[in-house]
């Protein structure tokens, strides 16, 4: 598969074929993945292979999104952040570049995959996955084989004129360009709903409120 081909036609992909992605499969991706760009070269990635079903449905049950109950595999991706450029998130944008190279990679070998952000506290990850002090999770990727019988889906079409700007931003004004009070209300209730410590109980009516996907 071509690499314009391969960034066109890879789209989240939420369900699996039951077939596992064997280890020497996972190592290969992770190690092309790792060819992405970091800051200052630092290379600080690293990946928590996550296949035991226990540790998946703790991370839905403890919060994270729904799409873990459905996958048999997933990376934790964490990164290094002692950084000296922490104002810029360095240590999260290098681990994303890897996300989306470990993504496409897969895809052209018949994987599906999802990035995951909507996770329980990093604190809970830390302590359970075992991360030492200078490691933060950044993200996880549940991945599997595609099933056979797959949709693809279009990805949805952008305008030039929405997307790039030239030497300033003279965008059109759309509404989602202002923080709403809305949006601050959300983002407190969600601050609060992770302090919770009885938050597992709460999962079946929160998840009510969840973004849900066809796949
Ligand atoms: C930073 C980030 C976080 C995401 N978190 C979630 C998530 O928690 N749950 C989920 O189902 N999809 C998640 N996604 C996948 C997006 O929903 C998906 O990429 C988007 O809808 C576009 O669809 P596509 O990947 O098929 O093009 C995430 C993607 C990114 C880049």
Redesign the pocket.
């Given at each position: 598969m071509e690499l314009r081909e391969a960034i066109a036609s890879?789209?989240?992909t939420?369900t699996y074929s039951p077939e596992p992605v064997g280890r020497a499969i996972v190592e290969e991706l992770v190690l092309q993945a790792t060819a992405a760009p970091s800051a200052c070269n630092r290379q600080g990635w690293r990946f928590i292979h996550l296949g035991d079903r226990a540790d998946l449905d703790w991370l839905h049950r403890r919060g994270?999104?729904?799409?873990l109950r459905s996958a048999r595999q997933a990376l934790l991706v964490c990164y290094q952040r002692n950084t000296d450029n922490a104002e810029w998130q360095d240590n999260i944008q290098s681990a994303?570049a890897a996300?989306a190279y470990f993504q496409l990679l897969a895809h052209e070998m018949g994987i599906g995959s999802?990035?995951?952000?909507?996770?329980p506290p990093p604190r809970e990850i830390v302590l359970k996955f075992g991360l030492p002090p200078a490691y933060m999770p950044v993200?996880v990727v549940t991945f599997g084989y595609y099933k056979e019988d797959r949709t693809e889906?279009e990805?949805?079409v952008n305008s030039r004129q929405r997307l790039l700007a030239m030497d300033r931003w003279d965008f059109p004004v759309e509404e989602t360009d202002t923080l709403t009070v809305a949006f601050m209300v959300r983002t407190a209730l969600r601050k609060f709903y992770y302090v919770l410590p009885f938050r597992s109980l709460l999962r079946k009516w929160v998840e009510r409120y969840e973004?849900k996907?066809d796949e």
């Open positions: 890879r789209r989240s939420r994270g999104s729904l799409v994303a996300i999802c990035w995951i952000c909507h996770l993200a889906r990805s949805s973004k996907f």
